[in-house]
């Protein structure tokens, strides 16, 4: 063998030692990332922008992996979770799933009943009323000449909300009562508070709610109930 082979044999011996020191290199660089970033597991991003008060459906978010340190501890593993439950806060789209993102909806209890009305959305929701809130619902009627003066109507106090809709424009509207936008308000009544919301939404002028605050609902007597004008003179 010459020197010029030699020269060879040692280039390539060389060259197979680097190789395996880049394997190694790189194989050392995978391990020390894996050991850093830890074992991945699933997590749920939200699909598409959910509002709030809506009922969660497994449709609404994707299955993703990423490693389990970078989650915070409330975040959502099990889809399952959301099962009977809506969304507190707006969600928006490519957002984490977490636990307080999500809420049991309220549940009816004995001798209860579910009743929706749609409610102004400027005047009697503001975006402040959740399901869970106990709230006073106004009703305004309009008086008759010579009759019965105008009046407002406490018609049921510490309702209980179990369900706030999406926004919805009014079509075919009564101009009457200038509402353009709606709300659906879903109650849980008793028979005869619902017999007055049902009874309030088709013939008052217009019905509102009003919100109580946490734990200061209150029994009102008959003269609370209802409000006309010629109280204040």
Request: charged share 25%; no cysteine.
């Amino acid at each position: 063998m010459n020197s010029r082979q030699r020269r060879g044999v040692i280039l390539l011996l060389l060259s197979v030692l680097l190789a395996f020191a880049a394997f190694a290199g790189v194989l050392s660089v995978i391990s020390d990332v894996n050991a850093k970033v830890g074992p991945e597991v699933t997590a749920y991003q939200v699909r598409t922008d959910v509002a709030p008060y809506t009922q969660l459906t497994e449709k609404q978010f994707e299955k993703v992996s990423m490693p389990k340190r970078w989650l915070s501890e409330n975040a959502v593993t099990d889809l399952s979770e959301i099962e009977g439950k809506i969304a507190v806060t707006h969600l928006r789209k490519g957002s984490l799933l977490q636990s307080d993102m999500i809420v049991r909806r309220p549940a009816l209890e004995p001798g209860e009943q579910e009743i929706a009305i749609m409610i102004d959305a400027a005047t009697g929701v503001a975006g402040k009323i959740k399901p869970g809130d106990k709230v006073n619902i106004f009703a305004t009627f309009a008086g008759e000449e010579g009759g019965t003066p105008a009046q407002s109507k406490i018609i049921v106090s510490n309702a209980k909300v179990i369900d706030v809709g999406r926004l919805t424009p009014l079509e075919g509207k009564d101009d009457r009562t200038r509402i353009n936008q709606a709300v659906p308000i879903t109650f849980a009544l008793g028979t005869l508070d619902a017999q007055r919301v049902a009874y309030a939404e088709s013939f008052a002028e217009n019905v509102r709610l009003a919100l109580i605050a946490p734990g200061g609902g209150t029994s009102l007597t008959p003269a609370e109930r209802t409000y006309e004008i010629t109280q204040d003179k």
